[in-house]
């Protein structure tokens, strides 16, 4: 391993932020998760008490790149903005203040910025159009990250799933999922993909600027369901629900993100739901 690399923050040190830190230590690096419980943080993960909506730590003199990465309490606009808007500002004035000079900050954002699009393609430079409260707080955090800090690094992802992540798995085995009415495009990537995205995206030359963080086959969620249902020998559903369907009728593309040289360890749903299904990777508390 090499000791002499320096040290990466990750801000928001959950389940996602976890996995990424192990792999930030593993290729070397020295790594500070800053969450509200660092007692839960795995070693060799260096555990920082940090809130959000309190004073901030400093960061390390030999800081190299942050990770702002956290989840808010509950979905509303106040704990979005408390989170992710007011979170983020304090967070870059800390850096803007304090010893440390990060080269790299990358902000873990959502698809949520986009909006329907008819099932149409999605990609970076389809322009946001958020149809949640909540989603235009992203929106909001992502232009304050580009005002502040032109260089910064946005990744934007869909729905992750994974390991502990079996909600659709549970509905399915319970037999209380349905299908949509129509159409619904769905898109996903696998917990351990968004984490080696993140680990890629700053060790890499990967230029300044927005990533789409999805795999390579969007797929429709009947498609899905009906996989889930085969691979666990379970009973189909047969009812369908006419309620529009979360996450917008859209097919997000990765192509500025595979252009970057980044591999998908599961390319598909497919791959992923069978890793999952066979019981590999754990959840991070």
Excluded at 119 to 139: F, I
């Amino acid at each position: 391993m090499d000791t002499k690399r320096g040290s990466i923050v990750i801000i928001g040190c959950g389940d996602l932020g976890t996995e990424a830190g192990l792999r930030f230590a593993e290729a070397g690096y020295r790594v500070e998760g800053w969450r509200r419980r660092p007692e839960l943080l795995p070693a060799p993960l260096a555990g920082v008490r940090a809130d959000l909506a309190g004073p901030l730590p400093a960061l390390p003199a030999d800081t190299e790149a942050v990770v702002f990465a956290p989840a808010a309490p509950e979905r509303s606009v106040e704990a979005y903005e408390a989170t992710y808007l007011r979170g983020l500002e304090r967070v870059l004035d800390a850096v803007d203040s304090g010893p440390a000079a990060p080269a790299k900050i990358l902000l873990v954002s959502s698809t949520a910025v986009y909006g329907d699009a008819d099932g149409a393609w999605v990609d970076e430079d389809t322009p946001p159009a958020p149809a949640t409260s909540t989603g235009k707080v992203l929106l909001e955090t992502e232009e304050l990250l580009r005002r502040r800090r032109p260089d910064g690094l946005v990744l934007r992802l869909a729905g992750i799933y994974g390991p502990g992540r079996t909600r659709l798995i549970d509905q399915v085995r319970s037999g209380t999922a349905s299908l949509p009415a129509g159409s619904h495009p769905t898109n996903r990537i696998h917990r351990d993909d968004a984490a080696a995205a993140i680990v890629h995206l700053i060790r890499s030359d990967a230029s300044p600027g927005t990533y789409v963080g999805v795999d390579d086959a969007p797929a429709e969620m009947s498609d899905v369901v009906n996989f889930l249902a085969r691979e666990t020998g379970t009973s189909a559903p047969e009812g369908t629900e006419g309620k529009a369907a979360r996450g917008g009728n859209r097919r997000l593309s990765n192509g500025r993100l595979r252009g970057t040289g980044f591999e998908f360890a599961y390319p598909d749903y497919r791959s992923g739901y069978r890793a999952v299904l066979a019981g590999q990777g754990a959840r991070h508390r």
